[in-house]
């Protein structure tokens, strides 16, 4: 499938509208269950967590922005491009060219294996996307100690709807309100990734979608907020030269606002 762009970049705000527990699997003085911070001490967004809340949504809803495909997502079959009786055949297919003939292997893989592993990534294909690490905005302005709580619970007896004896604990959540920077930075992007990263994204920018742990206690739901795209084409001397001056400069010249980019998608289906 013909690329749609060289370059893809998102960039926005992610509000947390309740609190928020990503937690590090580590104890400390002051809570059995700690959130990852940074090497300031400062609550970040680990951007492994956002892409996987990303993947998860554009496998959910992919039927929204896709035709009917030969090809189900790996989030419905049982036996697909990831695992079974599929992956090896997809496997053998693509072992019987050459190595360096990439045009036959992506042929293979664009015919065979599910868009969201095409966009994603898969044992076959290395992710078209990054998503950085969404850390504090302005937060030389913020106080370490005020950007946490420490949350109080204890386990339940399923048997007798009591709480178990000396089944009390505690868990540490990032405060409510707070605003993270959100990047996600694309490669080669299709038009069929590009409308499984659209849902994706405007599920997140619904505020409908929980993020990391304990989110049965109300943790974790957040909203993307004040977002904005930027896509170069490589083969166009402007935009080559844009993207140049991006990163040499960090500042973008080429701006879409989302709701734009909403608009065109929405038209294309």
């Known amino acids: 499938m013909e690329k749609k762009y060289d370059k893809f970049i998102v960039e926005g705000t992610l509000r947390l509208l309740t609190g928020l527990h990503i937690g590090t699997g580590r104890m400390s003085v002051e809570t059995d269950a700690t959130v990852v911070k940074d090497a300031q001490g400062y609550p970040y967004i680990p951007g492994s967590s956002l892409k996987g809340v990303l993947r998860t949504l554009s496998e959910r809803f992919h039927h929204l922005v896709l035709p009917a495909t030969r090809i189900p997502v790996c989030f419905l079959a049982e036996d697909n491009c990831s695992t079974g009786k599929r992956s090896e055949q997809i496997r053998k297919n693509i072992e019987q060219y050459d190595q360096n003939n990439e045009q036959a292997i992506e042929k293979v893989i664009e015919e065979e294996v599910c868009p969201v592993c095409q966009l994603y990534g898969s044992q076959f294909r290395a992710s078209k996307i990054i998503v950085r690490d969404s850390f504090l905005c302005e937060k030389k302005q913020l106080k370490k100690h005020s950007l946490t709580t420490v949350r109080h619970s204890v386990a339940i007896d399923r048997d007798t709807g009591a709480a178990k004896d000396g089944a009390k ?26 409308k499984l990263l659209f849902i994706a994204l405007q599920q997140l920018a619904s505020g409908n979608v929980h993020l990391g742990g304990k989110v049965s206690r109300g943790l974790g739901l957040v909203k993307l907020e004040n977002i904005h795209i930027y896509t170069y084409n490589f083969d166009k001397e402007t935009e080559r030269k844009a993207y140049l001056q991006f990163l040499i400069e960090g500042k973008h010249v080429k701006e879409q606002i989302f709701a734009k980019w909403k608009e065109d998608i929405l038209s294309s289906l």
């Open 169 to 194: 604990y505690d868990y540490e959540v990032v405060r409510e309100g707070l605003q993270f920077q959100f990047t996600l930075e694309g490669e080669h992007l299709n038009d069929q990734d590009e």
